[in-house]
């Protein structure tokens, strides 16, 4: 793989960690993504051969669009506005509190690859690495069901569905997620 086919693929996985992320906050995917964009950055960085000078621009204008990790705490940090809108008035402090509610894990999709088909799937789907096959499936067990796993995998992961490979990961993970139809 080129380094360049290498930087469409990252790109990809960010943007679907990104849509993870629209539909639901996640710690995990946030993890991931910031791992994914500094790989991608080096990657760039790498490929186009930046200088110091616009590698901090680069650098730059991430920061202002994804979550960075400070102290134990996950901070969105969002572009400077010039004029700040004021904040609507709020009757009772009860109106500014929103529940957040817990990850749900599903623990068994992890334990339902046999050591034989991570072996075959990190080789044959994530291109021999440990990390992405892990990634991916720590990633899968955060989503509430198949449904929503195989359009990750199919749209943004851009998986061919006629692939065997493909079709017996997918029909893992069916037995494994709720809504699972295969």
């Known amino acids: 793989m080129t380094d360049l086919e290498h930087l469409i693929n990252m ?29 991608y950055n080096a990657l760039i960085e790498a490929y186009l051969s930046v200088s110091a000078e616009a590698d901090s621009e680069i650098v730059e204008f991430v920061a202002d669009s994804i979550p960075v990790e400070m102290d134990n705490k996950v901070v969105v940090m969002e572009e400077k506005k010039e004029e700040p809108e004021p904040a609507p008035e709020r009757d009772t402090v009860e109106d500014t509190v929103v529940p957040v509610q817990p990850v749900q894990y599903n623990v068994n999709l992890a334990k339902a690859f046999t050591l034989n088909d991570r072996f075959r799937f990190k080789r044959e789907l994530f291109g021999g690495n440990d990390d992405d096959f892990t990634d991916t499936i720590q990633l899968l ?42």
Not at 142 to 160: G, K, P, S
Not at 165 to 182: E, Q, W, Y
């Open 11 to 39: 790109n990809v996985e960010i943007e679907g960690l990104l849509r993870v992320l629209e539909n639901r906050d996640s710690v995990s995917a946030r993890s991931i993504l910031s791992d994914k964009i500094k790989a």
């Open 141 to 182: 067990s955060e989503m509430e069901t198949y449904n929503e796993a195989e359009d990750y995998l199919l749209t943004d992961m851009m998986w061919d569905s006629d692939s065997e490979s493909v079709k017996d990961f997918l029909s893992i993970l069916a037995g494994n997620m709720p809504d699972g139809t295969r």
